[in-house]
């Protein structure tokens, strides 16, 4: 697979306030790091807090599915990954992994649909051309990547039919 397409995250340390009473990361920090993650996508493409304060554009999420694989606790560090599975002109489907930074084994995956607003509405809206330019070629890239196993997953009680 020609993963080395994918956007690799800095490693993040986990800490002590998001260990709970469980002795593990507590479920409401996942989002967090899959959200710094995407914030150094979201940098590529044109689009941090630099983007949001000249421009008045930003992004939204609208829609999340986290799968918690692995537990992780407070001596694990974590790396994200991201990878671009469909966009148009104001929206942006992913799906992200964190994975524990020294074994590779996969704590957690994220599929979210990301909305590009305008902040004087706010109010969906395009993406300017130079955008919509990186983000065509990220996903230009990311098609030669096979579809996530993960990605697409619903939620469901699946019943035995006799």
Same mark, same amino acid.
């Given at each position: 697979?020609? @993963?080395?397409?994918?956007?690799?995250?800095?490693?993040?340390?986990?800490?002590? @306030?998001?260990?709970?009473?469980?002795? !593990? =990361?507590?479920? #409401?920090?996942?989002?967090? $790091?899959? @959200?710094? #993650?995407?914030?150094?996508? /979201?940098?590529?493409?044109?689009?941090? #807090?630099?983007?949001?304060?000249?421009?008045?554009?930003?992004?939204?999420?609208?829609?999340? !599915?986290?799968?918690?694989?692995?537990?992780? %606790? =407070? #001596? @694990?560090?974590? *790396?994200?990954?991201?990878? $671009?599975?469909?966009?148009?002109?104001?929206?942006? %489907?992913?799906?992200?992994?964190?994975? !524990?930074?020294?074994?590779?084994?996969?704590?957690?995956?994220?599929?979210? $649909?990301?909305?590009?607003?305008?902040? /004087?509405?706010?109010?969906?809206?395009?993406?300017?051309?130079?955008? $919509?330019?990186?983000?065509?070629?990220?996903?230009?890239?990311?098609?030669?990547?096979?579809?996530?196993?993960?990605?697409?997953? /619903?939620?469901?009680?699946?019943? *035995?039919?006799?």
């Amino acid at each position: 697979m020609p @993963d080395e397409a994918l956007h690799r995250s800095r490693i993040f340390e986990l800490q002590k @306030d998001w260990i709970d009473f469980n002795g !593990h =990361l507590n479920m #409401a920090y996942y989002p967090v $790091l899959f @959200d710094r #993650a995407y914030e150094e996508v /979201s940098e590529g493409f044109g689009m941090g #807090a630099r983007y949001a304060a000249e421009r008045q554009l930003t992004t939204y999420t609208a829609e999340i !599915h986290l799968c918690y694989v692995r537990e992780l %606790h =407070l #001596a @694990d560090r974590v *790396r994200g990954t991201y990878q $671009l599975l469909d966009h148009d002109e104001k929206r942006l %489907h992913s799906y992200q992994e964190l994975r !524990h930074a020294e074994e590779g084994w996969l704590a957690a995956t994220c599929e979210t $649909l990301t909305l590009h607003i305008d902040m /004087s509405g706010p109010k969906v809206t395009p993406f300017p051309a130079d955008v $919509l330019e990186r983000v065509a070629a990220m996903r230009a890239l990311h098609k030669t990547l096979p579809e996530p196993e993960r990605a697409g997953r /619903s939620i469901a009680i699946r019943r *035995r039919t006799r």
